[in-house]
Structures are given as structure tokens and as C-alpha cells.
């Protein structure tokens, strides 16, 4: 457990970008012997093949094929980014002529209040013209304690702990430096080691600089920030390298972008990513459209992204029969409007897969009369229609910069996903399975 949690941290602080969580997987891949998809060109699979494809450097779908004639897809999918505050064009804004601070807008839904006060810091990625004319993207991330948003004086707002409302525009602008002359492209040219003219384009984004930490009186707590959903993209990762190969399915490992702004982007689930892959898989492989549709119909995906521990202080909050707790086991959610996708059926094939690992499960679902989110099940199986299920990990302080799960619960995700991943769901007649 502590290895494992060790390896997260690891994970999670070399990835401050959706860009940066994506090339750690791309690294790792290749470590594994895994060949890299282009979209742009044709592909050669062959079985037993190994692979793995990006998409806009910030999502990616790997994939093992069988020796034998693939039968079912068994995916399991998450998401790279989180909720954050993005630099925008031309951001300098001087102050006093003394203070630079830098011009952001919200991505995502986050609680704002926990960005003050606590060392910030920008990645992301650049795009560069290059001198033979090539447009390069390059990773940037500038590694120190750049930034920060200071909190007013509770001397200045005397009602400041009576509640307060955050504006984007105003609260939330960074300090960087003192020095009117510097541009926030002159850091970055300089990590990066180019001229700062042949920066031609940028998506660049704070990140919060603390470390991960273990704590609690038995140490059973993990702190960090972007646990949703790094937490279950390395999870997935991790057992999917991990798991012995399955003989009747096509195994993927997916991480799309953007489900923090509803995945409606060309790398989102709501994109063609996942089918377009799935396609030239079948293709690849030689067999016509309708070995496709049967294969994907016997297929299973676990959408992964985290739930809501029950709160200590708000114990109301939660639905009255379906508490879930961090370090109880895996979180299988449901939705009667369908943000998530769990049904009877999905609910016990996976329960069933779980019980081979040995892995206990928990069911959340929402208060009635509150609203919960939606994540990537139902936006990826309206373009690929098979079983799925919701699953996520327990955790306090969702959308914080510095969030909170079970220390147990990484490795319950990674032992289930391993076994997932081996599994073939075998359907022998209308409403009959089989899990082999």
C-alpha cells in the first residue's frame, strides 16, 4: 500500500497538465514495449500486438490484442484534467506600477477559496516555429514557486468569514513578480531554452505546488492535488500494464480530456476518439463492420472517476441508505437519470469481478433532492454502446486544490481493474452471461 500510494504521488506531482499526465502514460507505455498509433497514418495491428495512440497530446487510448480472434472489448476509461484556472493571452496586468499579476479564467468547477495563499505554479504546453519552419508543441513547466493568490486582510473585509463571493475576474488573478518589465513568456522561453518570438501559441495553467502527504493516526489518508481523476488514470494504467493477457478480448486503457467541461472537444468522451480506435482496430485486424458491432455489444467499459466520501461534518449531505467511506473499497455509483450509467446488470458483473479480486464494494448515490455531476460513462457509451459501470474512488474535498482519500483504496482499484482486464463476459442468450 504505501509503494503503491508512493507511485501515485510520483505520478500526480510530475503531472501539473493534462498534457504532462498524458506523457508520463506515453513514457511508461513505451518503457512497457508498447508501439505508439498515429491518427494521421495507416495502421499495421497484428495479434498479440501492443499499442497505444494519442489525441491532442492530452488524451490516450491503449490496447492489447489477443493471439486469437478477438471476441469483446474490455475497456476502462478516466480523464487527464482537472479543474484549474488557465492563463489567458497577453496575461501581465501591472498594478500600482509595482505588482505584475497574471489575467486568468476558470476551467472547470472548482472551489476557489482553496487556491489562496499557497505556492502556485504554471504548465502546460507551447507551440514553437522552429528555424527550418517546423510548428513543434513542447511541455513547459515552470518548476518552482512561481505564484500565488493572496488573500485580503481580515482587516479589509470584516465580514470575510460571514461567506464571501468569489469573482473570477477580480479574486482570482495571481502575483508573480514586482518587476514591470517581465513577461510570463520570458520564464518560459527560458526553461525551454528558445527565443521567446518563436512561442506562437500556448495552453498553459496553474497548478498547486504541495506535496503529497500521508496522514491520520494510522496513516490512513492521502492528500494531493488533482487526485480527480489522476487517481484512477494511474490505477488504470497501472493494471492494465499489469494483467496477464486475455485470450477472447480486446484489452484498453483509456484517458480522455475535458470531462471537467462536459468532454466536448475533439479528445473528450463526447468526440469520436474511442469508436474511431475501435474501428481501425477491426479493420486492422481484417474482419468487416459486423464482427465490430457484435464484439463491442459482448464488451464491457468501467467509467472511473472519483465519488464523494461522506463528510464528518455533513453527514446530511449524503443519501440516508447509501453512504460511502474512503477506505471501504470500490465505489459503484448510480444515477435514475442516467449521469451515471450503472444498471442491474452492470452492477453485478462487476460486483461478481470484484469478489475474485477480493475487493470490497460500496454503491453511492446522490440525496434526492441534490444535483450531483456527471462524468464520462454516458457521454462514451452514447457513441459506443456496451455494459458499463461507474466506479470511482472515495474522497473528501472534491474540486479543491488539495483533496483527500483512503490510503487502502489505490490499490483495491488497481486489484480490481488487473482482474477486470483479464476477464472475457461471455453472453450465452438474451439476458445470460457468463464471466470467464
Known sequence: MQKINKKLFEYIENSPSAFHAIDNQVRALEKGGYTRLLESMEWKIIPGGKYFVTRNDSSII????????????????????????????????????AYVKLNTEKYGGMLMATWFDRPLSIAGRVIVKEKNGTIAQKLVNL?????????????????????????????????????TDLKLLDLVASELKIKKEDIIGQDLFLYNRDKGAVWGAEDE??????????????ASLTAFMAAKDNEQAITMHCVFDNEEVGSGTKQGADSTFLSDVMARIN?????????LISAIASGMMLSADNAHSAHPNH????????????????????????KYTTDGVSYALFTEICKKAKVPTQVFVNRSDIAGGSTLGNISTA??????????????????????????????????????????????GAGNYNIC
Request: proline share 4%; net charge negative.
Open 315 to 338: 453527514m446530511d449531505m449524503c443519501d440516508p441508505t447509501n453512504k460511502v467511506f474512503m477506505n471501504k473499497g470500490i465505489v459503484i455509483k448510480f444515477n435514475a437519470n442516467q
Open 283 to 291: 479493420e486492422a485486424l481484417g474482419y468487416n463492420s459486423s464482427k
Open 62 to 97: 491503449a490496447l492489447r490484442v489477443p493471439e486469437k480472434e478477438y471476441k469483446s472489448f474490455m475497456i476502462m476509461s478516466s480523464h487527464s484534467d482537472s479543474p484549474t484556472f488557465r492563463i489567458k493571452e497577453n496575461p501581465e496586468m501591472v498594478e500600482g506600477g
Open 383 to 428: 457513441h459506443v454502446s456496451l455494459n458499463s459501470v461507474d466506479i470511482g474512488l472515495a474522497q473528501l474535498a472534491m474540486h479543491s486544490s488539495y483533496e483527500t482519500a483512503g490510503a487502502k483504496d489505490v490499490e483495491f482499484m488497481v486489484l480490481a481493474a488487473t482482474k477486470f482486464f483479464e476477464t472475457y463476459i461471455e453472453i450465452n
Open 143 to 179: 518548476d518552482k514557486d512561481l505564484v500565488m493568490l493572496p488573500s485580503l486582510a481580515i482587516h479589509m473585509n470584516r465580514e470575510a468569514n460571514d461567506g464571501y463571493k468569489y469573482n473570477a475576474q477580480k479574486d482570482m488573478l495571481p502575483l508573480m513578480t514586482m518587476n
Open 221 to 234: 489518508f492521502i492528500s494531493i492535488g488533482r487526485l480527480d481523476d489522476l487517481q484512477c488514470a494511474f
